[in-house]
């Protein structure tokens, strides 16, 4: 049950775009579609912002969007807003009834 | 209202024991596989343990299996976590969180506020 790998931070302008990785093994993100994304701010509960890759629950922004390749799986937030700053994990189901998170990605909007 | 809230959270001496709880309201509770998670002071999400929609299946991260208790009672819409042998490293926030669907630990649409632990 090892940590997804995450970059510890990103940044963009308002505006622009950025894409945060999320690198796992092929016995986590490489095998399964249950691959989540979360965002934190602080002093609050995280919030689901995409599953299965890259689906997007009802209220959540097209400007974020999911995808994977292989081991990794990425998230894009487009037109980044001041809002957006935030804490985000990767999450991935990691077989045998168990997942796993990442490390967590500290996003600034500059 | 569609909520999660947590209870029980404290601080406690290395070696103690502790039960939290986590009250459902607003779906239907017996649906879904619920589940901790914990957050260490500055530090990342971790995965504590999940529970089957049934609560026959409970399933534990490394870190905490063999201490930690996963329960529910879907007749009262609660979900428990009772936490012993208690080390620094429990030291947490723990938050009680709904899958968004009813089989493996996978997406988690709706959390709690979440309940301090502090070992000490």
């Known amino acids: 049950q090892s940590a997804l790998t995450q970059p510890p931070s990103a940044s963009g302008s308002p505006g622009q775009s950025v894409t945060i990785s999320c690198t796992g093994t092929s016995s986590d993100v490489g095998s399964y579609t249950s691959v989540s994304w979360y965002q934190q701010h602080p002093g609050k509960a995280p919030k689901l912002m995409i599953y299965?890759?890259?689906q997007r629950p009802s209220g959540v922004p097209d400007r974020f969007s999911g995808s994977k390749s292989g081991n990794t799986a990425y998230l894009t937030v487009s037109g980044l807003q001041g809002e957006d700053e935030a804490d985000y994990y990767c999450s991935s189901y990691a077989g045998g009834y168990t997942l796993v998170f990442g490390g967590g990605t500290k996003l600034s909007v500059l | 209202e569609v909520q999660l809230l947590e209870s029980g959270g404290g601080l406690v001496q290395p070696g103690g024991s502790l039960r939290l709880s986590c009250a459902a309201s607003?779906?239907?509770?017996?649906?879904?596989?619920m589940n901790w998670v914990r957050q260490a002071p500055g530090k990342g999400l971790e995965w504590v343990s999940s529970i089957s929609a049934s609560g026959l299946h409970t399933y534990y991260a490394d870190s905490v299996r063999g201490r930690f208790t996963i329960s529910r009672d879907n007749s009262k819409n609660t979900l428990d976590l009772q936490m012993s042998s208690l080390g620094a490293d429990d030291t947490a926030t723990y938050f009680c969180a709904k899958d968004y669907r009813g089989t493996v630990p996978d997406a988690f649409d709706l959390w709690g506020q979440g309940t301090t632990v502090i070992v000490s």
């Open positions: 607003g779906f239907t509770f017996s649906n879904h596989v």
């Open positions: 299965d890759v890259g």
